[in-house]
């Protein structure tokens, strides 16, 4: 299920490219996270960490919610 890692995506698909270049509502929820997590995990890049959290918690206030031990 891996996608691509994110240096390996168009630049103009990035999550921070696109959110300089069209601004924060042209991002899925999913791309926000991920700007701010910076890092995927191995088989995973950045923004599949972020839906999978999305899917996990179901809102950003249930994320908020979460402590750094319970999102590691």
């Known amino acids: 299920m891996s996608q691509l890692k994110i240096r390996e995506m168009p630049e ?6 696109k959110l300089l270049a069209r601004g924060p509502d042209a991002l899925t929820n999913a791309e926000l996270i991920a700007i701010l997590l910076r890092t995927g995990r191995p088989g995973m890049n950045v923004v599949e960490v972020a839906r999978e959290l999305l899917d996990r918690y179901k809102s950003f206030a ?9 999102l590691s």
């Open 62 to 70: 249930e994320l908020s919610r979460c402590s750094v031990k319970e």
């Open 12 to 17: 103009e698909e990035r999550p921070r490219e």
